[in-house]
């Protein structure tokens, strides 16, 4: 695999929301990437800290944003396992990322559902990638709570 291409920084992705996984959170993880470098990590954090808010996009801007010392990541891609909510939407406009990446589609509270216009201008959407494995993981972890 081509340590560059959007599916190594998806598997990284990936990994990230296999621990929100087993730290009970619904198993999301997003990066920022900035030249090739992975500039911020997050993954969903909402129950661990009772923050509607910390979702895995949202901490994973807020670290890039912290490493670069700057509120705008026009450089910038967002690589993310599951399409992004309204919220995060909004934020990924106002930090003027080049590129967002994401894995499987939210159904239900994709922003793309919403407004497919939602994000800044200049960004560039793409999906898909990495769908399979984040659908899987995504409905392993509601079947078993269900159980």
Known sequence: ????????????????????AESGEIPVGALVVCR??????????TEQLNDVTAHAEMMALTAASQYLGAKYLTDCTLYVTLEPCVMCAGAI??????????????????????????????????GGVGAEQSQAMLLKFFRGLRT
Do not use: C
């Not at 695999?1 to 929100?20: G, V």
């Not at 106002?94 to 793309?112: C, I």
């Open 1 to 20: 695999m081509n340590p560059f291409s959007h599916e190594y920084f998806m598997e990284q992705a990936l990994d990230l929301a296999q621990q929100a």
């Open 36 to 45: 090739q470098r992975v500039i911020g990590k997050g993954y969903n954090q």
């Open 93 to 126: 406009f106002w930090a003027q990322l080049a590129q967002v990446v994401f894995g499987a589609r939210d159904e239900r509270r994709g922003f793309t559902h919403v407004s497919p216009t939602l994000l800044h201008p200049k960004t560039r959407l793409l």
